[in-house]
C-alpha cells in the first residue's frame, strides 16, 4: 500500500451501502493559502462546506492518479461529484458530461450529490441521455423477506452444506439464519457478544466455520469468527491506533483470510495461525476499498474501489487495475463475486444502483463482455451485497443503510421489510 495516503471520512455509514465517491482514501496534499485578492473576489458566495479541504484533498488525488486508469470515466464521476460537493456547480457540470459522453454506465439521477441539480434543465437532458443509452433491466425476482424491519443488513453468504443463508446487521448488530423454507432464526443473537455493527460475511471451504467482518462508525473493527452452531471461536483486532473498518472479505483454501479496510484504504491477509494482519502492497493508492472476490484457482484476488477493480496476483503480489473495456465501468462496486470466469458487481457507487456481469480475459485483466442484470428497478432500491448458489445470485435489495447515521437508525417510520432478490446468473 502507497505510504502517501491518509483517511477521509465524510459521513461514513453511507459509504457501507452507497460507496460515496466522497468518502475514500486521499493523498496528503495541503492546498496553498487563498490569496488576498481571491478572497476579495468570493466576498458574498455561498460559505463552503466544513470538509471543504478533506474535498480538495481528494480532488488533487483523484487528478493525480486519473491519467494512469483504465477507467476515465471513474476519475471524471468522482471529481464531478466532489465539485458539486463544494458548490461549483458549472465545474461540476462540465466533467458529468464528460464523463456521460463516454457511455459508460454512470446514471448521476441517484447521486445524492447532485440532488440540488435535478430541477436543472441541462441536468435532466443528462439523465434522459443516460436513461436511454441504458434502459431499465428488470430480471429480478423476490427470494425472500426478513420479518425484522430493522435488520439494516450488509453482509449476505450462503452455506451449501446447511442450505441456508446467513444475513449480517449493522443496526442490530447480530447474524440472521434464513432456511430455504423462508424459516428465519437468530444465529448470533445480538445481545450474546457484544458485537459492533456486523458487514461482510462468509463460510470458510475447509470446515463451514463462518468468518465476518465488523466496524463502527468510530473506527473500531474486529475480524470475527464462529462455529457452525453460532459459538464464537476468535474476534481480532488490527494492530495500531488509526481508523480501521472491517468491510467485505474472503477466505481462501488454505484458511487466510483476506479482508478490505475501507476506513484505512487498505487490504488485509489474516494468518488464522499466527493471528497476524499483513497488509497487501499495491500499485496505486486505494479509495474505499469495498468488495472482494476471489477466483477458483485461489491466488487471483479481485479488489474493488470507488475507481475500479484490481487484479491481484497472490503468489508474486502484483497488481494491475482491470481494464472495463469502452462503454463499461467497474466503479462504485459494493459486492463483488466470481462466476465462471466473470465478475458479478453490486454498483452502488455509479449513481443509480446496478446489477452487472463482466467476463474477464483469460488473463483476468481485461473485461470483455459487460452485461447490465438489474438497473433502475425496485430490486436496486439500495443494494449491497450478494451470494452464489449454483447459478443463481442471491443478494439484498433493499438495504436501508441510507436511514442509519452514527450506527443507529434515524427514522424508524420508514423501516419496512428487507427483501432478498435472486438473478439467474449468464
Known amino acids: 500500500m502507497a505510504g502517501d495516503t491518509a483517511p477521509v471520512n465524510l459521513h461514513c455509514q453511507a459509504t457501507r451501502a452507497i460507496f460515496t465517491t466522497l468518502c475514500v482514501l486521499a493523498l496528503f496534499y495541503t492546498p496553498p493559502p487563498a490569496r488576498a485578492q481571491d478572497q476579495e473576489e468570493i466576498k458574498g458566495a455561498p460559505a463552503e462546506p466544513a470538509d471543504a479541504q478533506e474535498i480538495r484533498s481528494q480532488i488533487a488525488a483523484v487528478e493525480k492518479l486519473q491519467h494512469t486508469l483504465p477507467d476515465r470515466g471513474a476519475a471524471l464521476y468522482f471529481l464531478a461529484a466532489a465539485r458539486e460537493h463544494l458548490r461549483e456547480t458549472r465545474e461540476a457540470l462540465t466533467l458529468l458530461k464528460e464523463c456521460l459522453a463516454l457511455q459508460e454506465g454512470f446514471d448521476p439521477s441517484g447521486e445524492p450529490a447532485f440532488l440540488e441539480l435535478k430541477d436543472m434543465k441541462e441536468f435532466t437532458t443528462l439523465i434522459e441521455s443516460v436513461h436511454r443509452d441504458f434502459p431499465a433491466t428488470m430480471q429480478a425476482r423476490e427470494a425472500f423477506r426478513t420479518t425484522e424491519k430493522d435488520l439494516v443488513p450488509e453482509g449476505l453468504a450462503y452455506d451449501a452444506q446447511r442450505n441456508v443463508f446467513y444475513l449480517s446487521s449493522l443496526n442490530r448488530r447480530k447474524i440472521v439464519e434464513i432456511g430455504r423454507d423462508g424459516n428465519i432464526s437468530d444465529f448470533v443473537p445480538e445481545d450474546r457478544f457484544g458485537l459492533l455493527p456486523v458487514l461482510g460475511i462468509k463460510l470458510d ?189 442471491f443478494f439484498i435489495a433493499n438495504s436501508q443503510i441510507d436511514n442509519l447515521n452514527n450506527d443507529k437508525v434515524m427514522d424508524v417510520t420508514r423501516l419496512e421489510a428487507v427483501r432478498v432478490g435472486v438473478l439467474r446468473l449468464p
Request: negative net charge.
Open 205 to 393: 471451504p475447509k470446515d463451514n466455520t463462518v468468518w465476518a467482518d465488523s466496524f463502527a462508525d468510530s473506527g473500531q473493527t474486529e475480524l470475527l469468527h464462529f462455529d457452525a452452531t453460532g459459538k464464537l471461536l476468535g474476534r481480532f483486532k488490527p494492530d495500531g491506533a488509526g481508523k480501521h473498518g472491517f468491510n467485505d472479505l474472503v477466505i481462501r483454501k488454505n484458511g487466510e483470510v483476506i479482508t478490505t479496510d475501507s476506513l484505512a484504504g487498505a487490504v488485509f491477509r489474516f494468518d488464522p495461525v499466527a493471528h497476524r494482519f499483513k497488509a497487501l502492497s499495491l500499485h496505486r493508492p486505494l479509495f474505499y476499498p469495498n468488495g472482494i472476490a476471489l477466483s477458483t484457482d485461489d491466488h487471483t484476488l479481485y479488489v474493488a474501489d470507488s475507481l475500479g477493480v484490481l487484479n491481484v496476483d497472490l503468489a508474486n503480489g502484483q497488481s494491475k487495475d482491470v481494464d472495463p473495456g469502452p462503454r463499461s465501468t467497474l466503479a462504485g462496486t459494493d459486492g463483488l463475486y466470481w462466476h465462471n470466469g466473470s465478475l458479478i458487481a453490486i454498483q452502488n457507487g455509479i449513481g443509480s444502483p446496478r446489477v452487472a456481469a463482466f467476463h474477464l480475459s483469460k488473463d483476468g485483466l481485461r473485461v470483455t463482455r459487460t452485461t447490465v442484470l438489474e438497473n433502475r428497478s425496485n430490486f436496486c432500491v439500495l443494494p449491497t451485497t450478494g451470494a452464489i448458489h449454483e447459478s443463481d445470485f
